[in-house]
């Protein structure tokens, strides 16, 4: 793997914000704030956010994250190379105490990750992907204190598997819409059985990236922040993020952060 300065900073930033983050899960006291979108916000999100944004700094990249008042797009335009930042995706299963939430941050260049990590706080696993060296990995932090050394050597490489006869299809804890259910009863045609994996955050598409699953239709709304490091993760691999409207990958950076519908899965 590649660590050039950058991306140890980006590790080490998602690690310390996921370890102030369940900090707060293991005391959390249901305090809960709901933003203009109906959104849900926490402590946890606002901690995470700054720790976040201190590592970040250090980089002079701009950063476009949920948790801050972005750029204009008038500026933002001019970027070549951003930081995009959910410091707690997932924020519904944190409160529902799953779990199942993560810290995402992803490099984006001329609108496409070329990297991205994501770190579960409470089970202190590490997802990194590098999409120029075509490669992701997987750790899981047994240590008291994380370190990179550690990290280099005892990761271990993610790969994607195709479907047989059978297909796992990773649906969203909070968000199994009429659409959805149309996509999985359309692969009943192909193959004999349809599993459904249930998972909670930007987890999902390390279910695919990792083999777990082979599919993962999100045709709900999303925002770039949710998806852009878990893209990383799966493109090192060759598995696709298409778009559904256009039929190609998602890009980042667009005048609007939202994302259309799109589909998961390794062609």
Not at 107 to 115: A, D, N, S, Y
Request: charged share 25%.
């Amino acid at each position: 793997m590649m660590l050039n300065k950058n991306f140890e900073i980006a590790i080490q930033a998602a690690v310390k914000a996921g370890e102030k983050v369940n900090e707060i899960y293991n005391n959390f006291d249901g305090e809960v704030i709901v933003k203009e979108d109906d959104s849900p916000l926490t402590i946890a999100d606002k901690e995470s956010n700054e720790i976040i944004k201190n590592f970040l700094t250090a980089t002079d990249i701009p950063i476009i994250s949920e948790e801050i008042k972005n750029a204009d797009y008038s500026l933002r335009k001019t970027w070549n190379t951003c930081w995009l930042v959910d410091p707690l995706d997932g924020t519904k299963e944190f409160i529902k105490r799953n779990g199942q939430f993560t810290v995402n941050i992803a490099l984006i260049e001329q609108g496409r990750p070329v990297f991205g990590v994501i770190y579960v706080p409470v089970s202190k696993e590490l997802y990194v992907g590098f999409v120029t060296e075509k490669e992701s990995y997987y750790y899981k932090n047994v240590n008291a204190v994380f370190s990179l050394e550690d990290y280099m050597k005892n990761a271990v490489l993610l790969q994607p598997v195709s479907p047989l006869s059978e297909i796992n299809v990773v649906c969203s804890n909070s968000h199994l819409n009429e659409e959805t259910e149309q996509f999985i009863k359309e692969l009943e045609k192909d193959f004999t059985k349809i599993n459904k994996v249930n998972a909670g955050s930007s987890l999902k598409f390390c279910l695919v990236a990792s083999g777990k699953a082979h599919v993962y239709p999100r045709l709900a709304p999303t925002m770039e922040w949710d998806t852009a490091a878990g893209q990383a993760i799966c493109n090192a691999v060759g598995v696709k993020v298409i778009n559904q409207e256009t039929g190609k990958e998602l890009q980042y950076n667009k005048e609007n952060l939202l994302n259309p519908s799109f589909v998961v899965e390794n062609e």
